[in-house]
């Protein structure tokens, strides 16, 4: 019997942080309420995300080429790989075989670079993994750097502000180390200390876009794994790309709205489990521009 995938699979590489939503408590609770069956290959298993002072880190390295080899002997078809915190260059070796064994021509493959934020490194990372990430974008049909890494993954110094022309400059250079769409998110904006940007390019249609949100100023660890499980999310269900970046961009402030009014320890991420279902519904107001 030939078996249809009547729900798309989304391979989710990620690690799982046991408190504080980021990775793969996000990633997965998102994909299901947009109709996609995650199948976690888990990268590593902590008690918590690293921007608590401490955390346990359990390095799932050795079991991934298990996991990946049992997929292989069923035959497992995914219509999108999309790959997030990696712990080491050797889990991004073993990454770049897997997306080369199981890519068919419909595959998306999105790789959310995961390296820093603020002009950091995130604790466990050095440059030999930027060397590595630098590379494995090469694998990505859509790429969504912050501005931190950004500037890793094109050696350049960090620095906030940017003009729309070196920003278009950026997206190009990244593109044409091969993936077809590249999202710079999280960009401030210099004269709007209110408001924060998110930049596209899409080699297809060779077309930069910008979408401008309003900014509260808070700091939610997992706003960036939020983010790429929507665009990956709205890409597969067939949302343009200017489309799928207002529904992201929409979504995280929702969050962010529901989540500011409380006392509350920002670090466990944004209250995901209040506005989840919004993503059920289509976009409400569309902000993108073409620039
Ligand atoms: O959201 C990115 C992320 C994912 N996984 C782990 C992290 C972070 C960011 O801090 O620490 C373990």
Not at 83 to 88: A, K, N
Not at 89 to 113: A, G, H, S, W, Y
Not at 213 to 230: E, R
Not at 248 to 271: M, S
Request: glycine letters at 6%; hydrophobic letters at 40%.
């Amino acid at each position: 019997m030939k078996c249809i995938n009547r729900v798309k699979k989304v391979a989710a590489v990620h690690d799982i942080s046991c408190m504080g939503r980021v990775s793969l408590t996000v990633v997965i609770p998102i994909l299901s309420t947009m109709g996609f069956q995650a199948c976690p290959l888990p990268t590593a298993v902590l008690s918590n995300h690293t921007q608590y002072p401490s955390f346990s880190f359990f390095d799932l390295t050795d079991e991934m080429p298990r996991i990946i080899e049992q997929w292989k002997e069923l035959d497992v078809q995914f219509d999108a790989i999309y790959t997030g915190y990696l712990g080491s260059p050797k889990q991004v070796r073993i990454v770049t075989n897997f997306i080369n064994d199981f890519r068919k021509e419909d595959t998306l493959v999105v790789i959310d670079p995961v390296l820093g934020d603020n002009g950091k490194l995130y604790t466990n990372f050095d440059m030999k993994m930027v060397k590595e990430m630098q590379k494995f974008i090469a694998s990505a049909d859509v790429i969504t750097p912050n501005m931190t890494e950004l500037c890793y993954l094109l050696d350049i110094p960090y620095q906030e502000h940017f003009t729309d022309k070196e920003l278009k400059k950026c997206l190009k250079q990244l593109s044409d180390k091969g993936p077809g769409i590249v999202v710079i998110t999280s960009v401030p904006v210099p004269e709007d200390p209110h408001k924060t940007s998110i930049y596209a390019y899409n080699r297809e249609g060779n077309k930069y876009w910008k979408i401008t949100c309003s900014y509260l100023p808070a700091h939610y660890p997992g706003t960036g794994d939020t983010f790429t499980s929507v665009v990956t999310g709205a890409l597969l269900q067939g949302d343009s790309l200017p489309v799928a970046l207002d529904r992201a961009a929409q979504f995280i402030l929702q969050g962010i709205r529901a989540t500011f009014g409380y006392e509350y320890d920002n670090r466990e991420g944004i209250l995901l489990e209040k506005v989840l279902h919004n993503l059920t519904i289509p976009v409400q107001t569309n902000s993108y521009e073409l620039i």
